[in-house]
Nanobody
Framework: QPELEESGGGSVQAGDSLRLSCQGS?????????LAWFRQTPGKEREAVAG????????FYADSVKGRFTISRETGQRILYLQMRSLKPEDTALYYC????????????????????WGQGTQVTVSS
């Protein structure tokens, strides 16, 4: 069983909504870790989308998704969500969830190299 497993991706029209989920395995320490969603398209670097603190009290967003996406986690549960609204074709990508051991707030939430555990990804395709 993978430590992190994403689900909820799909093919939608521009303006639609999707909710991605990331389920941690029973052995995953994700309840005590900062979590994040990244996305990647072929030929491009992995891009940070949203991050959340271990407690869930603080969240961070890329400018491109602010006001449209919401990251959340269930306290004490091994699950992470990304609610995506008003989707655009440029949101098309493979979406990954990730965890990191150390939390420094907004300083490095968007640095992929700081995350040590990744899921396999779920594809989101938005057509115009």
């Amino acid at each position: 069983q993978p430590e992190l497993e994403e689900s909820g991706g799909g093919s939608v029209q521009a303006g639609d909504s999707l909710r991605l989920s990331c389920q941690g395995s029973p052995s995953s320490p994700m309840t005590m870790r900062a979590l994040a969603w990244f996305r990647q398209t072929p030929g491009k670097e992995r891009e940070a989308v949203a991050g959340i603190s271990p407690s869930g009290a603080a969240s961070f967003y890329a400018d491109s998704v602010k006001g449209r996406f919401t990251i959340s986690r269930e306290t004490g549960q091994r699950i992470l969500y990304l609610q995506m609204r008003s989707l655009k074709p440029e949101d098309t990508a493979l979406y990954y969830c990730a965890t990191k051991r150390k939390y420094y707030g907004s300083i490095d939430w968007d640095r992929a190299e700081e995350y040590d555990t990744w899921g396999q990804g779920t594809q989101v395709t938005v057509s115009s």
